[in-house]
């Protein structure tokens, strides 16, 4: 009879390490999930969107007059009065992601503003929740790399924020395209080039970056 209790026991331990397992495999999964993603393209001069936050919902607005590729934007939350002002806008809004990125426990939105020249650059600002409310904190641009030419892709995984970008070689000379990818072999391409890059032509590494609050700069990822 005791044999069997200790089985049992044995049994339901094994069972609780299991669901503990199994419950900090699923934290990690959600940690390093992809934030919801808000398309704000169509936030043209004249229109605004809202962006769900939790309880809360960010309305982004660009003013009627303005042109496409620059001026200013506003993002407001009534709920708790909050109203950025008038930002800069150098390009046209592209997405928000929300998340928390600040590690308070409070949704925080990411906005994406494209440039509308050849490289496309993005500019980052983040709405971010704080003891008295929220407040706007521009992110920097990504640091002087070598090769960079803008294009960058941007995200938020797992609470962070991620910038990333090809890079170029102006230098003609034989050498490997590491932009390249089977489906480029598909097409007739090959992984080698020897003339310098064009701007629809990258074949330098990619750099990912994430921002670092500690010292509010980027740092390139692993």
Known sequence: MSGTKGTAIAILCSLAVA???????DAHAERAAL???TDLRSVTPGL????????????????????????????????VGFDSGALPRDGSLEAAWVDDVNEDGKPDAVLVVRGGGSGSYA????????????????????????????????????GQIIRSFPTYVERAGLRIDRQWNAVRGRDGEWPVKSDPDHNAGPSGKTVE??????TGSWRELE
């Open 48 to 79: 605004r969107t809202t962006v769900p936050m939790g309880d809360l919902e960010l309305a982004v607005s660009v003013p009627a007059g303005e042109g496409h590729t620059g001026g200013t934007f506003r993002a407001e939350i009534s709920q």
């Open 123 to 158: 500019s980052l600002v983040v709405v971010e929740s704080s003891a008295g409310g929220f407040v706007v904190r521009p992110l920097p641009t990504a640091p002087p790399t070598a090769g960079y030419m803008g294009h960058d892709e941007v995200l938020v995984r797992g």
């Open 35 to 37: 934030a919801p993603k």
């Open 19 to 25: 669901a503990a397992w199994i419950a900090t495999r």
């Open 209 to 214: 970056l994430g921002f670092d609050r500690a």
